[in-house]
């Protein structure tokens, strides 16, 4: 593969990729790998139920509530079931940690061989399910800490400490994105041979892009700085596109540009998405491509979290635009 990106006769699937890297630090056991191979079967297996929820029947509600307090589509806790499935055998695995699951699952002590905890979101804005939209699962995949007892701490560690993270977008095509903290890399899958195809190693994020991506609608309810933005904004013709799931919005981003805003509002105080496995995960992913995060006016991975489905304000995107944003914040 041309490593700029352009086509060659080259193939590379996102294993054999993830397996060349790993040669790359002397003494790998390939326990990471196969956490990566966890993941992309899930990724494979959401994908084919995501494409054919309407004529199964599995759209709309579950009939309850997760942890935070949202309705769960059917689709949610398939996507969940799918990924602690796929996960689940994987034995360098200590934690898993899903935004469906109120308390983080034990897998195997650290002097069992648990190396890793993974944390998930298994289908992000699977509320626009219903209407055919672009879904994403998300993730990261942190050290266990074998001297921590309790599952919650041993996950609550700042992004910057994040090993790897990625997305799977479930769109017209199903993309996966990875970074393990040397770039970022766009795969996408071939159904037919059901292999994750690299398309594009070392993903930059544009500088400059005058887009914004929020939910304007709840504006009133923004702190001032972020209503100062928009009033800013709006006099420098920019403009705005809002899908509401955000892998689809990120996506967007990452690849044109732009800025994506979720405030806190009347409704959300401390911001919606959740910090550990929505706002890092992307976050990295906007560092490693040249782009910025933050949360407030903290880079969103110098944040200590304090539980496990914490939630805070976020703002990311091209460098020059989340720099504009801050303007305004502080
Ligand atoms: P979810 O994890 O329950 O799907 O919620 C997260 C989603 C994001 O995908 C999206 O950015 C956001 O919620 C949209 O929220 P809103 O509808 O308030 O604009
Ligand atoms: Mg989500």
Redesign the pocket.
């Known amino acids: 593969m041309d490593q700029s990106g352009s086509s060659t006769s080259n193939l590379f699937s996102l294993q054999s990729h993830i397996l060349s890297e790993e040669t790359l630090h002397p003494g790998a056991s390939g326990d990471f790998s196969w956490i990566i191979s966890a993941i992309s079967l899930a990724g494979k297996a959401i994908a084919d139920r995501v494409r054919r929820a309407r004529l199964e029947n599995v759209l709309g509600d579950q009939g309850a509530t997760n942890v935070?307090g949202?309705s769960q589509q059917r689709m949610d806790v398939i996507a969940n079931d799918i990924l602690m499935r796929c996960l689940g055998s994987r034995a360098s695995i200590a934690v898993l940690a899903s935004?469906e699951d109120e308390e983080p699952t034990i897998m195997r002590r650290g002097t069992e061989g648990g190396k890793y905890c993974v944390l998930f979101?298994p289908?992000?804005?699977?509320?626009t399910l219903d209407t055919n939209g672009a879904v994403g699962t998300i993730f990261t995949i942190l050290r266990n800490d074998p001297m921590i007892e309790s599952a919650e701490r041993t996950v609550c560690q700042p992004g910057r400490k994040q090993i790897a993270a990625g997305y799977i977008l479930y769109g017209p095509s199903t993309a996966f994105v990875i970074t393990t903290g040397s770039g970022v890399d766009l795969f996408e899958l071939n159904p037919n041979i059901g292999s994750f195809i690299l398309v594009k190693k070392g993903m930059r994020i544009p500088p400059t892009k005058r887009v914004y991506s929020v939910?304007e609608a709840?504006s009133s309810s923004f702190p001032d700085g972020y209503q100062e933005y928009l009033k800013w904004a709006h006099a420098n013709y920019y403009s705005s596109r809002?899908i509401?799931?955000?892998?689809a919005?990120v996506h967007r981003i990452l690849i044109n540009g732009g800025v994506?805003l979720?405030p806190p509002t009347t409704s959300?105080p401390d911001g919606?998405?959740?910090l550990l496995y929505?706002a890092n995960p992307m976050a990295m992913i906007m560092e490693q491509a040249g782009g910025m995060s933050i949360c407030g006016t903290t880079p969103t991975l110098d944040v200590q979290p304090k539980k496990l489905h914490e939630r805070v304000p976020l703002v990311l995107g091209s460098s020059d635009e989340v720099k504009a944003v801050m303007r305004h914040l502080s």
């Open positions: 935070q949202e935004e979101d289908l992000d804005g699977s509320s939910n709840y809002y509401g799931s955000l892998c919005d994506f979720y959300h919606k998405l959740r929505e």
